[in-house]
């Protein structure tokens, strides 16, 4: 009897193998993340320099190579991240507010920073991200952001809580475009409040940090006679390692 494994694919991943889900049948039910990865390079030998350097995600979290995966779960194979309608979830919501979101509509700073200002905290920031003309003499056109966008709302989450841990009585909110942003737009909106200035500054840049490592959004820059996936770009990914203290 063989299971249907379903995986879902995005950004230059998709482009690559022209699809946005594989189907492999396979004759077991579970696996390795690692063993999976190693059918898939099989089954795609011109694509397994990719497949090589991408992360399963299982149920919307990433699983390292020993993690045991199902063919029954919602899995994804992501290349490395770019970090960048809305997209909610409940998990999402503190007291109401909307504190992580994924859209497709145009970003406002004041609303993000609005949604970290309490009456406890005597220190606020907010880092803007937009689109910038020239990198490294490149002349960019404008950019385009793909996101899981379940699994990007989860790790904006779980960005805010490791920042509760580390700086506590934080607070932090995230909002990240997707579809076409034109030069000068806001791509990304993080807003950190703490009792504290000093907390204020490391959170923040900890999050921005904490983003660009895990948060499944990929940017594609799209030039005047071409265009590329820019993935993660600070040596080998790997979103399960912890940043340092």
Same mark, same amino acid.
């Given at each position: 009897?063989? !299971?249907? @494994?379903? $995986? /879902?694919? !995005?950004?230059?991943?998709?482009?690559?193998?022209?699809?946005?889900?594989?189907?492999? /049948?396979?004759? #077991?039910?579970?696996?390795?993340?690692?063993?999976?990865?190693?059918?898939?390079?099989?089954?795609?030998?011109?694509? =397994?320099?990719?497949?090589?350097? =991408?992360?399963?995600?299982?149920?919307?979290?990433?699983?390292?190579? %020993?993690?045991?995966?199902?063919?029954?779960?919602?899995?994804?194979?992501?290349?490395? *991240?770019?970090?960048?309608?809305?997209?909610?979830? &409940?998990?999402?919501?503190?007291?109401? #507010?909307?504190?992580?979101?994924?859209?497709?509509?145009?970003?406002?700073?004041?609303?993000?920073?609005?949604?970290?200002?309490?009456?406890?905290?005597?220190?606020?920031?907010?880092?803007?991200?937009?689109?910038?003309? @020239?990198?490294?003499?490149?002349?960019?056109?404008?950019?385009?952001?793909?996101?899981?966008?379940?699994?990007?709302?989860?790790?904006? +989450?779980? $960005?805010?809580?490791?920042?509760?841990?580390?700086?506590?009585? =934080?607070?932090?909110?995230?909002?990240? +475009?997707?579809?076409?942003?034109?030069?000068?737009? $806001? =791509?990304? *909106?993080?807003?950190?409040?703490?009792?504290?200035? &000093?907390?204020?500054?490391?959170?923040?840049?900890?999050?921005?940090?904490?983003?660009?490592?895990?948060?499944?959004?990929?940017?594609?820059?799209?030039?005047?006679?071409?265009? %590329? @996936?820019?993935?993660?770009?600070?040596?080998? @990914?790997?979103?399960?390692?912890?940043?340092?203290?």
């Amino acid at each position: 009897m063989d !299971f249907h @494994w379903k $995986i /879902n694919l !995005f950004a230059g991943l998709q482009e690559r193998l022209a699809t946005s889900r594989l189907t492999l /049948n396979l004759p #077991v039910a579970e696996l390795t993340a690692k063993e999976l990865k190693e059918r898939l390079a099989a089954a795609y030998p011109e694509h =397994s320099s990719i497949l090589g350097i =991408s992360f399963v995600a299982r149920n919307h979290a990433y699983a390292a190579d %020993e993690t045991t995966v199902r063919a029954e779960d919602e899995l994804a194979l992501l290349p490395p *991240v770019s970090g960048g309608g809305g997209t909610m979830h &409940e998990s999402a919501k503190t007291e109401g #507010v909307e504190l992580y979101l994924v859209t497709g509509e145009p970003l406002h700073s004041e609303e993000v920073l609005r949604k970290v200002i309490t009456k406890d905290h005597g220190a606020s920031i907010v880092f803007v991200g937009t689109t910038r003309e @020239w990198t490294q003499g490149q002349q960019t056109v404008r950019l385009e952001y793909e996101a899981y966008e379940p699994m990007a709302v989860a790790m904006m +989450r779980q $960005i805010g809580d490791e920042i509760g841990v580390r700086w506590p009585g =934080s607070r932090c909110a995230i909002s990240h +475009r997707t579809g076409v942003v034109s030069l000068a737009e $806001i =791509s990304v *909106v993080i807003a950190v409040s703490a009792p504290h200035r &000093e907390d204020c500054y490391e959170a923040s840049r900890y999050a921005i940090e904490r983003l660009k490592q895990i948060v499944p959004i990929w940017k594609k820059e799209i030039w005047a006679d071409g265009s %590329e @996936w820019k993935g993660h770009q600070l040596g080998p @990914w790997n979103p399960t390692v912890p940043l340092p203290e």
